[in-house]
């Protein structure tokens, strides 16, 4: 599987757009970008995934670029109760088995 | 609808005790995940299973470590002769077969003293 590399923070202000970027230079083809985030004292949550299109459902849109070597997570409005370590993945799609962790970006929404 | 559960919440240990971790994923759901998690880490994965059987045991750090999942649903974590550095939060997601989403539990945290 792809390495990911993300910023370890960011900050976001209540209401604002949170833009949470992911480098992914070394993905294949039939790789998918996943984006789970993390709630402190939670287990992960899933947010969103896609391979190439742009994707939209009711927490986040993911922007990926045309080389598909980065994207990027937006939460449109983001609010107090979106503060959490947010990790993007790259892998294969229906394949079951593991997800790779990476240290993931901390996202503070600052009032 | 019920999500993942893990039991205990916290479980505080003695260096060289055995302990049993105990996941019940989602009614339904074939696939089974364990991962730690270590303070300022993110998850780590040791196992998954498959139905029954261990498709993926490839994280499992050593023979001290061994899960089950006998009838397919529920799945118990087992670690023998704990040490300082098992000290974790331990997590189990579970997925629909094929499915992309995996649904964590709470976890359970490991202090071994």
């Known amino acids: 599987d792809a390495k990911t590399t993300q910023p370890t923070s960011m900050d976001c202000a209540e209401g604002r757009a949170a833009n949470l970027p992911c480098n992914h230079s070394?993905?294949?083809?039939?790789?998918?970008v996943y984006w789970y985030r993390q709630i402190h004292s939670q287990g992960p949550q899933y947010i969103i995934h896609?391979?190439?299109n742009n994707e939209t459902n009711e927490m986040a849109s993911l922007i990926i670029t045309e080389d598909r070597k980065s994207s990027t997570l937006i939460l449109p409005h983001a609010t107090l109760r979106d503060t959490a370590v947010y990790y993007c993945?790259?892998?294969?799609?229906?394949?079951?088995?593991?997800?790779?962790f990476g240290q993931g970006t901390e996202l503070s929404v600052k009032p | 609808g019920a999500g993942v559960s893990q039991t205990p919440s916290n479980k505080v240990t003695e260096k060289g005790k055995y302990v049993e971790l105990r996941c019940d994923p989602i009614?339904?759901?074939?696939?089974l995940y364990w991962y730690r998690q270590s303070l300022g880490q993110g998850p780590e994965f040791l196992i998954y299973?498959?139905?029954?059987?261990?498709?993926?045991d490839s994280g499992l750090p050593n023979d001290r470590f061994f899960a089950v999942r006998p009838e397919g649903s529920v799945s118990t974590l087992k670690i023998q002769r704990t040490e300082r550095g098992d000290s974790a939060v331990y997590l189990c997601?579970?997925?629909?077969?094929?499915?992309?989403?995996?649904?964590f539990g709470p976890g359970t945290r490991l202090t071994v003293t």
């Open positions: 070394t993905i294949s083809g039939n790789e998918y």
């Open positions: 997601a579970s997925s629909l077969e094929g499915e992309n989403e995996q649904y």
């Open positions: 009614s339904g759901h074939t696939a």
């Open positions: 299973f498959q139905g029954t059987g261990a498709a993926d």
């Open positions: 896609g391979l190439k």
């Open positions: 993945i790259v892998r294969g799609y229906n394949q079951g088995g593991k997800l790779i």
